[in-house]
């Protein structure tokens, strides 16, 4: 087999490049999970006020 010769700039180039690309993917996952935490939250409290509270009067 043949030695193969790397040149470090751009290894690590590539590197940082595959590492940006991953902390946008994270940041985007992660901005969405929020969003739909926030969403159910926000149903769940909709739903609290529309739900008759306990001891109330029955129609």
């Given at each position: 087999m043949k030695p193969i010769n790397y040149d470090f700039s751009n290894v690590q180039n590539?590197?940082?490049t595959k590492i940006?690309?991953?902390e946008?993917?994270?940041?985007?996952?992660?901005a969405?999970?929020?969003a739909i935490v926030e969403y159910a939250e926000s149903l769940e409290k909709k739903l609290?006020?529309?739900?008759p509270k306990e001891g109330g009067e029955a129609e």
């Open positions: 590539l590197l940082a940006a690309n991953l946008i993917q994270l940041a985007n996952e992660q969405a999970r929020q609290e006020e529309l739900q």
